[in-house]
Structures are given as C-alpha cells and as structure tokens.
C-alpha cells in the first residue's frame, strides 16, 4: 500500500502542513516507525516528541501547527489512526463457500458470498445473510439467524433460536445463549428453571473472546447495536445493553440488568441483579453497583459511589493504621481524665 499524505484527509477530515506528495507505505508505532510510515500522537506527552520519532508524518490534534515532521491535523487523533490503519491493512477477505467438511442441517437458508469453513457445525432451520464467516469449529444451533457480513470466529457456539444482528463480530471461545443462572430451592435441593427465552445481538456489535451471554429465562437478553465488549466479559439472563456501551474485560452482570446507551463499565466491574445504570455512565475498574444509578455519573468503588468521594475515601484507607493508634491512645486518656474526676 502506497499513499501520497494529501489523501490522507479524504478519510480523516484534516488537513496537513508539509509535503503532500511524500509517499506514506506504512503505519507504526512513535517509538518503533520508519522514515516511510506514519504515526499519531495523542497526548501532550508525545506533542513535546514530535521531532523524535522517525516517521515521516505524524498524525496529530489542530492545535499542532509546526514540527519538522509533516503533520496531519484532526480533531481525534486517535479516530484519524483507526481509519487510516484500516486503509494498509484492509481486513482478507475468507475462501468463498461451503465446506464438504462442515455439517450442514435441514431447511439451511443463506446469502451470497457465505465462507463455512471445516469442522463448523450448522443446525436445523438457519437462516445466514450475505458474506457471513463461519471459522473452524463454529456451532450455529437450530433456529438461529444470522444477518449479513457477520464474523464468527473459531470455537463460537451461538445455541438455538439466538439472532445475530448484521456486521456482528465474536471473538473465539464465546458461548452465546448458555442457559440463564435459574434456579429454585424446597429449602433443601435446587431445581432448575427451565430457561426458555433467547439473546439478541443487534447490528455493529463486538463480543470479545471467551465472553458467555446467557438467553433469558423467558423473552430475550439484548445486546444492543454498536455493543464491544472486550474478553472474558458475562452478561446473565434477561439483561439490556443499551447502544454504543463499552464493556472491558471481566465485567460480570447479574440477571435482569438494564445498562443504558453509551455507557462505560471498566475492568471487574460487578453488578448485582435487577439493577438500572443510566446513560452515559461510566463506572470505575473493580466497582461493585449494588444500586441504581442515574444518567451522566461516574462511579467507582465497592459499594459504587460518586467517583469524588471515593476517591476521597480511598485516600483515607491507608492511613487508617495511625488513626486507629491515634484513636486508642485517646481513649486512654479519656479513661484516666473520668477516673481520675471519680477520685
């Protein structure tokens, strides 16, 4: 791939000040780029460095205006980078067709360019768009459907009756439609719930690898359009994630979650059933929401609370050890002061 910087602009919305005619062949690192690629910086930090790194150009925010390096200015230094990656590195397009390796049910209905590749195994009654890949090992139950230019990749089970939306992807190892967490007890002995509903996946959704996404004890468990979650994430029975929510690895929701659009939950977040989170949420890595919370708050903690008196709390913590000393030899005091006022 060979791209005169001038064309750059086209795809990013910028502008440049340097030679528009030098060749970019490459995207790379600021530390690790050659004279012939390009790179970004997005912070302060690297603004300072520009005249650093090796590449030839550097995409960078308006506000930069000189360097010795050719500059690409955009308002989203980062965005700019997505987009420009994508153009030297355009996603392979897999081998057209269907394996005589993989199983393939009754009444299969599909789309043009569909890839099925060896050792996937297709149930009963399902339904694939246009340009769907199904990677090896791939377990598509009976009754599910799969809309156009979805990606599964290898070792996905998606279970009966689940409904993958179009430009879906998910990531190796995921299980969509596990059987919700249901059970019921005599006080003695569990006993399941049968667990009877399904789960949604809307358009322009992203399920990292090894997430599990439970179908819903009745109705369905809705991811909705423009989801990403990132690996090892679990979403239960019966939960809503609104649009554009960003899940990071190891989140674990409990049933009946509703989680608003554009949403934030880092790291190990846990939330506790039949909880409501707001939009534009951004909860803090580790927290713990035991409650409700109300559109546009950042929470952190274990319970979730605001994230300014967290972190006013958190910094009290290590100094508990000296208040606690403190606090006893103040008691004795107190102690002796009322009994020496007795004698």
């Known amino acids: 791939m060979e ?33 012939d ?8 930090g690297y603004n300072k460095r520009i005249n650093e790194t090796r590449a030839a150009a550097v995409i960078v925010a308006h506000e930069v205006c000189e360097a010795k390096k050719i500059l690409v200015r955009v308002q989203n230094p980062f ?17 057209v067709g269907i394996s005589q390796d993989a199983h ?12 099925v590749y060896p050792g996937v195994f297709i149930g009963d009654d399902v339904t694939l768009g246009d340009r769907v890949t199904l990677n090896p090992g791939v377990v598509v139950g009976n009754g599910v459907a799969i809309g156009d230019d979805a990606f599964v990749h290898p070792n996905v ?18 299980v969509i439609g596990s059987d919700g967490f249901g059970f019921a007890s005599d006080g003695d002995r569990y006993y399941k719930i049968p667990q009877i509903g399904i789960v949604r996946i809307d358009d322009d959704v992203e ?75 951004t909860v803090g890595g ?35 050890p000296d208040m606690k000393k403190k606090l006893r030899e103040l008691e004795k005091r107190i102690e002796e002061m009322e009994k020496g006022s007795k004698d």
């Open 207 to 281: 399920i990292g690898a090894c997430n599990t996404i439970d179908r819903a004890t009745f109705g369905r468990t809705w991811i909705k359009r423009g989801v990403k979650t990132d690996n090892l994430v679990h979403i239960a029975h019966n939960v809503v994630v609104g649009e554009d929510t960003v899940l990071v690895a190891q989140v674990g929701i409990s049933g009946s979650v509703t989680i608003g659009s554009h949403s934030i939950l880092a790291g190990q977040t846990g939330v506790a059933g039949h909880v409501t989170i707001g939009n534009r949420v």
């Open 37 to 44: 690629d390009i790179t970004f910086a997005t912070s302060a």
């Open 3 to 35: 791209l005169p910087v001038r064309k750059i602009p086209e795809f990013v919305k910028g502008d440049v000040v340097g030679d528009g005619d030098f060749i970019i062949r490459g995207v790379a690192a600021f530390d690790s780029a050659g004279t």
């Open 79 to 95: 965005l700019a980078l997505a987009k420009v990656s994508t153009l030297f590195h355009p996603v392979l397009r897999p081998v």
């Open 104 to 115: 393939v049910g009754e009444n299969f209905k599909y789309g043009i360019d569909v890839s």
């Open 286 to 320: 580790g927290s713990g929401v035991t409650k409700s919370v109300p559109d546009g708050q950042t929470v952190s903690g274990f319970p979730a609370v605001d994230h300014r008196l967290w972190l006013k709390a958190s910094s009290i913590i290590p100094k508990l």
């Open 157 to 174: 089970s998606i279970l009966e009756r689940c409904e993958i939306g179009s430009k879906v992807m998910i990531h190796s190892g995921s």
